[in-house]
């Protein structure tokens, strides 16, 4: 079962309007919500985060948000450009058996296009 | 700064045959990991490293193996291929295990099995 869900496969926005990209969770031992941005053969790189103690984190252009009750994060990108065209993933931390190393899960991904 | 290498890029395997993704990172981490992306699918965790000497499995396991016998190299070993393992596998690695350490992947391996 999707503990972490992103549901829109695809989002195509404008050049200079906001991008937002959604992305709903089941388990809430959650740690810390990431959010990884992916070019075509490449690797993922990490882009942004949040505890989940925190309701907002803000780093240049891109901000995630978080509503607890919701088990909702969201991630704006401000403005939008053609360079952040890329697979955007949604992934959560939690403990293995409890113990002190995380594992990473990850959604399915949204695959962002920034038209000129 | 090469950060993760993940060798080879692309590979196609006939059915039963077995072979080792091999992955180097030179940031010294102590922890590295395993995933596969099948498509349209997020990334699972196959198998992850704590540091040398140290594996546990992840949550898609069955049909591989690893072994961690320094801190730079953590293979991956497929024994008898399917074709169930095609996927785009990828490593990663980071400082720590701790929640809020992002991790660090390579540009993947392109696995075919036919």
């Known amino acids: 079962d999707q503990q972490v869900k992103q549901n829109s496969p695809s989002l195509s926005v404008q050049e200079g309007r906001i991008s937002i990209l959604n992305c709903d969770y089941t388990n809430s031992m959650f740690d810390y919500f990431l959010w990884y941005k992916k070019y075509p053969a490449e690797g993922p790189t990490f882009l942004i985060s949040i505890s989940s103690i925190k309701d907002k984190n803000e780093d240049g252009r891109f901000t995630v948000f978080l509503n607890k009750s919701a088990k909702h994060l969201s991630l704006h990108i401000v403005p939008s450009q053609p360079g952040d065209s890329a697979v955007y993933f949604c992934?959560?931390?939690?403990?293995?058996?409890?113990?002190?190393?995380?594992?990473?899960?990850f959604g399915k991904g949204t695959l962002l296009t920034v038209n000129p | 700064n090469a950060g993760v290498t993940q060798t080879p890029k692309f590979r196609i395997l006939k059915i039963g045959q077995s072979m080792t993704l091999q992955c180097a990172q030179d940031m010294n981490h102590n922890y590295m990991y395993w995933y596969r992306q099948d498509p349209g699918m997020g990334l699972k965790l196959i198998y992850y490293s704590v540091g040398a000497g140290i594996t546990d499995k992840g949550e898609v396991p069955n049909g591989y193996n690893v072994s961690r016998s320094t801190t730079e190299d953590f293979p991956l070993r497929l024994e008898l291929a399917a074709p169930s393992q095609t996927s785009v596998y990828f490593c990663?690695?980071?400082?720590?295990?701790?929640?809020?350490?992002?991790?660090?992947f390579g540009d993947g391996t392109r696995l075919s099995i036919l």
């Open positions: 990663a690695s980071s400082s720590q295990g701790r929640s809020n350490q992002p991790q660090h």
């Open positions: 992934a959560a931390t939690s403990s293995f058996s409890g113990g002190s190393n995380y594992k990473l899960t």
